[in-house]
């Protein structure tokens, strides 16, 4: 309550709260930068299908540097050049930017392999049928081409949300960072761990049985 | 009427159509014969401009197909086309399959799409399978699917390649009667095939593809009965 007064103190009811805002704080970031991901993702996938060799000479190396780098050192790297070039971002738009070009980059393989997967015969009948390019796009490689990749994308969602807690390397205090904090004035860090643990497990159980939902749905 | 003039393509450097001339006025059934890489698949492709050309012209009911300003989206509603792979789409149940191409290429409303989707499939004889996936469905069925598909758009030519390659046996009947009913229909058509049944039966003139040309082309009864070119020949008494 007055952490002034005793800088130990146990875990009180209050904390709990204190790792809520910092799980929704992990919400936030992880949200936002997959949205942003995959939509980026989805377009450099289309690129990459579609662009064949001009986009994988330049785009493809590209993405291939940001998968690779660890995600840490990307975010150290970009957090402290950027103002250098006039950016000047805070950790969390920081977060969202590496975080959204990380998810890109693996969005984009995932997307190419989609659009694979739909196959040259399927969109000429649809393109037979008087479809236009964004037609069988919309209509045909997007649902076909998606069902087929979603479990790999479900795999880069929720990876991306535990790397979000790299984040807090640059002071971003989500929920990772605060049960750091909370650890070093509590001193107990197994009952810390343990709550942040089923934080996380609370945010990405949902999502991944309703995944699992949805596959089986479209199975049938 | 489709006219073929001088049509020559190419993948790379694979001259794969040395310059075809053919023309199958309208109620036509005309059948294309030969062996496994003579083009016939090319030659379809060309026709609704899948495939882009390199010299010649294809001209469709007067619209040159692969010229610049030409909307192929548009030409193509006027044909139909039928695949060896049947390619349903797999997310969309039948009725849904059929309906998809004249809601959103024609703009019909929904109801419109649904009912001449329901009626296409009855008149394949799938009317019982309209809220089935494809997946639940045999080759045959599918086959059927992927015509009423087609002639949902309404075309004035239905373009077949190797409709029935791909299946069983036993199911080879059922899409063959199938393209009959069509024919009888009025329906200008033509069929790429291997049933040398349903070439002598049904169509009105049978072409035979050899290494890029139409070596031979005539009425069914004369390719079967007295084919002339050495090619021919051989080809048939290799099917019999
Ligand atoms: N996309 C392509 N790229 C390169 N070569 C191709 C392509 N499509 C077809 N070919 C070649 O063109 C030739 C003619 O192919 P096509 O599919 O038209 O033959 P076909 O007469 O339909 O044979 P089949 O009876 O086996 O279907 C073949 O040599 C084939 O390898
Ligand atoms: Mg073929």
């Known amino acids: 309550m007055e952490p002034t007064m005793s800088f130990f103190s146990g875990f009180q009811p209050s904390d709990l709260l204190y790792l809520a805002e910092a799980a929704w704080r992990t919400v936030l970031i992880s949200v936002l930068s997959i949205s942003i991901g995959t939509f980026l993702g989805a377009i450099f996938g289309w690129m990459m299908y579609e662009g064949k060799w001009a986009a994988a000479l330049t785009l493809g190396p590209v993405l291939d540097v940001f998968r690779s780098v660890p995600l840490i050192i990307q975010l150290v790297l970009f957090y402290n050049f950027a103002p250098m070039i006039g950016l000047n971002l805070d950790p969390f738009l920081s977060g969202v930017v590496i975080l959204s070009i990380y998810c890109a980059s693996l969005v984009a393989n995932v997307a190419r392999g989609g659009m694979e997967a739909v196959g040259q015969p399927m969109r000429r009948a649809a393109r037979s049928l008087g479809m236009s390019y964004w037609q069988d796009l919309r209509y045909v490689v997007l649902p076909i081409g998606g069902r087929a990749v979603f479990p790999s994308w479900v795999g880069v969602a929720l990876g991306v949300m535990k790397d979000s807690a790299l984040v807090s390397v640059l002071g971003y205090v989500e929920l990772l960072k605060a049960s750091q904090i909370l650890i070093t004035r509590t001193q107990e860090p197994l009952l810390i761990l343990t709550i942040a643990g089923a934080f996380y497990f609370a945010l990405s159980y949902p999502i991944s049985r309703y995944a699992a939902t949805l596959e089986k749905r479209w199975a049938s | ?240």
Request: proline share 3%; charged share 25%; glycine share 8%.
């Open chain 2, 1 to 240: 009427m489709i006219q073929i003039r001088g049509l020559e393509k190419y993948f790379g450097t694979l001259q794969v159509l040395k310059g075809i001339d053919l023309d199958i006025p309208k109620g036509e059934v005309l059948s294309i014969i030969g062996a496994s890489g003579s083009g016939k698949s090319t030659l379809l492709y060309c026709i609704n401009g899948l495939e882009a050309i390199q010299a010649g012209t294809v001209s469709v009911a007067g619209t040159d197909v692969h010229a610049k300003g030409t909307d192929v989206n548009k030409l193509r509603q006027k044909m139909g086309m039928v695949f060896q792979q049947w390619n349903s789409f797999p997310h969309l149940t039948a009725l849904e399959n059929v309906a998809l191409a004249p809601k959103i290429v024609k703009g019909k409303s929904k109801a419109e799409a649904r009912d001449i989707a329901a009626k296409q499939l009855k008149h394949v004889g799938l009317g019982d399978k309209l809220d089935v996936y494809p997946s639940a469905l045999s080759g045959g069925q599918q086959q059927r699917l992927a015509i009423a598909r087609a002639l949902a758009m309404e075309p004035d030519y239905m373009l077949f390649d190797e409709a029935t390659s791909a299946l069983d046996p036993e199911l080879v009947g059922e899409v063959l009667d199938t393209m009959r009913l069509l024919a009888e229909d009025g329906m200008t058509m033509i069929c790429v095939t291997h049933e040398m049944s349903f070439a002598r039966d049904v169509s009105d003139r049978v072409a035979f593809f050899h290494e890029g040309v139409i070596e031979e082309i005539d009425t069914p009864a004369n390719i079967f009965g007295v084919p002339k070119s050495e090619h021919l020949q051989k080809f048939l008494s290799n099917i019999r």
